[in-house]
């Protein structure tokens, strides 16, 4: 089963690298970047793309460094590169964006907007890990071992994440998801997407655009989402326009278990900031 977009991969090259990307809807539509987080391919929006680009947005759909077709082997990973990177974007597409992150992409977000507050009309937090603690021992062991082979990471690891429906095409996807992380390069850059989020959510004090946090309600990466969602909300809002949208019973990837409900949650919230 085909699981890319309508258009071909494009490419940004830039020191270190190169990025992937996808470009769908209207050329003169609002953009709107999405990126996925960490092992991820940017199809991972496959399934929000359309109501976006119905609703008359420009949508382009970014891989991480290291991830998708995103050029492999980078000096270094870590969110706040991840972060340059979705700046880098923007100004080579030569309009500001609402950047929509997940999970290890959300930090990154948060940086991009406090980097460059000219370039970022309004953020979406998809499953945030706003709330940064030290992990302990055993949760280090068992992310190790999780991130150590591309078949634990797709085959036994990603399938829990979902809580919700799994999409019709979810066989066909984690097949390329393992097929992608099989290739040199590319685990080691899932084990870095996830470094340096604390630097992130450090300069929440910085942002100046509206801000959307999404939490699905059974997110297995929490025990208690709903504090989770609120938590971001409380360090974020204190700062700027903070809205949350939890999408009941998605676990970890509500854009592709309940896109629609997803795709709802954001739009109603772009709209809402549009008008402010």
């Known amino acids: 089963m085909n699981i890319s977009h309508v258009e071909e991969t494009r490419f940004l090259d830039l020191p270190g690298g190169r990025l992937a990307y996808e470009i769908s809807g209207p050329k003169r539509g609002?953009?709107?970047?999405?990126?996925?987080?960490m092992?991820?391919?940017r199809q991972a929006y496959r399934l929000m793309v359309a109501p976006l680009v119905a609703a008359g947005f420009r949508v382009v759909t970014m891989d991480q460094r290291g991830h998708g077709r995103s050029s492999s082997q980078w000096a270094d990973y870590g969110s706040p590169l991840t972060g340059q990177d979705m700046i880098a974007l923007i100004k080579h597409l030569q309009e500001p964006a609402t950047i929509i992150g997940h999970s290890s992409s959300a930090a990154a977000a948060v940086w991009a907007a406090a980097e460059e507050p000219t370039l970022v009309s309004a953020v979406v937090l998809l499953g945030p890990f706003a709330r940064q603690r030290d992990l302990p021992a055993w949760m280090r062991l068992a992310l190790a071992a999780v991130t150590s082979r591309a078949a634990i990471w797709s085959r036994i690891y990603y399938p829990t994440m979902y809580k919700a429906a799994k999409p019709g095409d979810f066989a066909a996807y984690v097949r390329a998801l393992?097929?992608?992380l099989g290739e040199p390069g590319r685990m080691a850059a899932t084990r870095g997407a996830m470094k340096r989020q604390r630097e992130c959510y450090d300069r929440v004090a910085e942002l100046d655009c509206p801000v959307l946090v999404?939490?699905?309600?059974?997110d297995p990466d929490f025990t208690d989402p709903a504090a989770e969602a609120a938590y971001a909300h409380e360090l974020i809002g204190a700062h700027t326009r903070t809205d949350t949208a939890m999408v009941d019973g998605a676990g970890h990837y509500p854009h592709a278990e309940l896109p629609d409900v997803t795709a709802s949650a954001v739009?109603?919230?772009?709209?809402a900031a549009n008008n402010a």
């Open 30 to 37: 609002p953009l709107v970047l999405c990126t996925p987080g």
């Open 39 to 41: 092992g991820d391919l």
């Open 178 to 180: 393992q097929a992608n």
């Open 214 to 218: 999404v939490m699905g309600s059974r």
């Open 267 to 271: 739009l109603l919230f772009l709209a």
